[in-house]
Every structure is written in C-alpha cells, then in structure tokens.
C-alpha cells in the first residue's frame, strides 16, 4: 500500500478548501466579465449594422431597448427589436424567444 509522502491534516484540508473557494470566486468572476464583454460587443454590433442603415440610436439607446426601458423612436426601435431577434438566432444557433 501506497503512503504518501506528507500527513493530511485538518489545517492542510481546509487550506485547500479556501484555495478552492478562492479559485471558485475567480471563476464566477471571469465568466461575468465574459457575458459584460459579449453583451457589449453585441450591442456595438447591432448599432453598427442598423447605423449603415440610417438607424440613428446610440448604443446607450439600444442598452435601453435590451433592458426594457422606455425609447423614443417607434420605427427605429421595431429595427432595433429585429435585429436583436436575429442577433440571438445567430449568435445562439436557434431562435430564443423574449417578448418585445
């Protein structure tokens, strides 16, 4: 039979458990900037594709319409919801349903 060449000890176990916990905590944290950075790069896209149209919403306008905030722009905001639509038929690989 195999022994190791250290003791395992109660302060060793929970050394490693709070440098799991820590790795965990990191790990949460990439994934948020992650979704923060796609959510923005997103939102840049479907500004850039509706602005080479005549769309005049500013991306702080679009982040609005994402969220569920009252816009002013009827016509624009309807090319806005479109394009979220196809951006997430896209991005995803299948139409994700939301109601606008």
């Known amino acids: 039979m195999y022994t190791p060449p250290f003791k ?3 302060k060793s176990i929970n050394l490693i458990a709070e440098i ?3 790795i ?3 790990a949460i944290r ?3 900037a992650d979704g923060l950075r796609l959510r923005n790069n997103r939102i840049k896209t479907i500004q850039g594709s509706l602005a080479i149209e005549g769309n005049t919403l500013t991306e702080s306008q679009i982040t609005d319409i994402l969220d569920g905030k009252p ?7 309807q090319e806005v919801r479109n394009a979220i639509r ?8 299948f139409y994700v349903a939301r109601n606008f």
Do not use: D, P
């Open 8 to 10: 395992i000890s109660t």
């Open 20 to 22: 799991s916990a820590q």
């Open 24 to 26: 965990e905590r990191y």
């Open 30 to 32: 990439m994934e948020q």
């Open 71 to 77: 816009v002013v722009a009827i016509r624009e905001i």
């Open 86 to 93: 196809i951006n997430q038929r896209n991005f995803c690989g």
